[in-house]
T-cell receptor, first 115, second 115 residues
Framework: NAGVTQTPKFQVLKTGQSMTLQCAQD?????MSWYRQDPGMGLRLIHY???????DQGEVPNGYNVSRSTTEDFPLRLLSAAPSQTSVYFC??????????????FGPGTRLTVL | GENVEQHPSTLSVQEGDSAVIKCTYS??????FPWYKQELGKRPQLIID?????GEKKDQRIAVTLNKTAKHFSLHITETQPEDSAVYFC??????????????FGTGTRLTIIP
């Protein structure tokens, strides 16, 4: 199993450009999430999904879009990049066991710089 | 929403000594408290977690305690070793309407073990 994979590893954008961060998992996990990590601010939830076709907002959703057409993939779209979106982005997935508290498995991260 | 505070932000201890990291949370409905370790340039990984119906949990050199009345929980690392050097994040979880865990993370503690 590859686990949770993310592409690209690094990306530099100019203000106003759009792009999609890719996330895929091969563990058949129903739950997938996107976080951003900024110095001194921990990990903040952007959007999450509980299954194909079902998504919801997290703490910091503005400027980002998501969709989930398959169990495996959960892309994050930046519609018009801003310098404030410079961050490290982590995708995570977890099993949707009933009545259980399930470990979130993180991808390796994407370091995004917006100039 | 949930607010998680974590202290200290940096911690240096001599190899072999103990380290303690403390977190407080605001929402009494939180019921699951995981701790993640992130080594430099790597992804966060779960090291230990505790549920709200348990006061303490131990796994070899690491332990977590939970005081639901005071709404705080702590990570204890004994007999610290150089490989314990990393950033540690606490988190508090609330079940969403969809049934998944929505994690709110603390801001992290950078632990340095001095040889």
């Amino acid at each position: 199993n590859a686990g949770v994979t993310q592409t690209p590893k690094f990306q530099v954008l100019k203000t106003g450009q759009s792009m999609t961060l890719q996330c895929a998992q091969d563990m058949n996990h129903e739950y997938m999430s996107w976080y951003r990590q900024d110095p001194g601010m921990g990990l903040r939830l952007i959007h999450y999904s509980v299954g194909a076709g079902i998504t919801d907002q997290g703490e910091v959703p503005n400027g980002y879009n998501v969709s989930r057409s398959t169990t495996e993939d959960f892309p994050l779209r930046l519609l018009s990049a801003a310098p404030s979106q410079t961050s490290v982005y982590f995708c995570a997935s977890s099993y949707a066991g009933q009545g259980a508290y399930n470990e979130q498995f993180f991808g390796p991260g994407t370091r995004l710089t917006v100039l | 929403g949930e607010n998680v505070e974590q202290h200290p932000s940096t911690l240096s201890v001599q190899e072999g000594d103990s380290a303690v990291i403390k977190c407080t949370y605001s929402d009494s409905a939180s019921n699951y408290f995981p701790w993640y370790k992130q080594e430099l340039g790597k992804r966060p990984q779960l090291i230990i977690d505790i549920r709200s119906n348990v006061g303490e949990k131990k796994d070899q050199r690491i332990a977590v305690t939970l005081n639901k009345t005071a709404k705080h929980f702590s990570l204890h690392i004994t007999e610290t070793q150089p490989e314990d050097s990393a950033v540690y994040f606490c988190a508090a979880s609330i079940r969403s309407n969809f049934g998944n865990e929505k994690l709110t993370f603390g801001t992290g503690t950078r632990l340095t073990i001095i040889p």
